[in-house]
């Protein structure tokens, strides 16, 4: 069928981008385009299909990803900051979309997705999960409604291979809070807490880091007053879920024009 949108997946030997490789077979009007992976990798020439376990496709593992690029109509990553950065470019350059849920992005990283966004669409989220965006949303919309002596706390674990912490989902959550209270994120943030430390500061977004087994992901906003208080929580079980919204986004891309968008523009939440 010529009218299938072609997706293409850097990464796609690692554990979410089988995934990928398994959801894009799995989605109406969706093919997989070109995977690729790291110069030097053990998989380079290996079928993604068989691979992926979803059976031989004919699309071979390549370290070209350049090329890959220039012959699918987006790419899916979920790789490391410095690597999507580069992709970004690589998606301006040959005029794909990008769907990106890298997480751990500083600002030279993000300014590479903002670059990228002034030719092609590109969706950046710190997680792909419908359900999760949803929360984003439900998150703001408390934090609006509720005056500043509820304390807010967030609480997130993942699994003990997790290399960045807070997750990028719960930083996006404390975002979502700071701007339902209409603040400065990076003002009211506090990371972690050690030692002495003295009464907790009012307006404070709080976080708490929990690393451990092979938790997928689970996180709680908790608007904490006096005599009562509110969670809102998501817990994840299946790696899977990440790559349908991600492979959702992509369809939503097509036709798409250029710029920086989010799951909540995908899902029409905003």
Not at 64 to 72: I, K, L, N, W
Not at 137 to 162: G, S
Not at 221 to 229: P, Q
């Amino acid at each position: 069928m010529t009218d299938q949108l072609k997706i293409g997946i850097v990464g796609a030997g690692g554990r979410m981008g089988r995934m990928l490789v398994q959801v894009v077979a799995e989605t109406e009007g969706c093919v997989l385009g070109g995977a690729s992976e790291v110069p030097g990798s053990g998989l380079l020439g290996q079928d993604a299909g068989l691979l992926a376990g979803t059976g031989e496709n004919g699309v071979r593992i390549t370290d070209d990803s350049a090329a890959m690029f220039a012959g699918v109509d987006a790419v899916i990553d979920f790789t490391v900051p410095a690597a999507t950065a580069a992709h970004a470019a690589m998606a301006a350059q040959a005029g794909c979309a990008l769907i990106a849920g890298t997480t751990g992005l500083d600002e030279t990283h993000r300014a590479a997705l903002d670059a990228a966004a002034q030719k092609v669409p590109v969706v950046w989220a710190s997680n792909m999960s419908s359900g999760v965006n949803l929360m984003f949303a439900i998150t703001e919309r408390v934090a609006r409604a509720l005056d500043p002596d509820f304390d807010i706390e967030i609480v997130e674990m993942h699994h003990r291979h997790k290399v960045d912490a807070p997750s990028g989902t719960a930083l996006s959550l404390g975002e979502a809070a700071a701007r339902g209270r209409d603040v400065d994120f990076d003002k009211a943030k506090v990371l972690s807490r050690e030692g002495i430390t003295g009464a907790r500061e009012r307006g404070a977004i709080g976080f708490a880091t929990l690393r451990g087994g092979d938790v997928v992901g689970e996180h709680s906003v908790i608007f904490a007053g006096a005599g009562e208080r509110i969670e809102l929580t998501h817990r994840a079980t299946d790696r899977g879920i990440f790559a349908r919204g991600a492979v959702r986004a992509a369809r939503w891309t097509a036709g798409r024009a250029p710029g920086l968008y989010a799951m909540a523009d995908v899902l029409g939440l905003d």
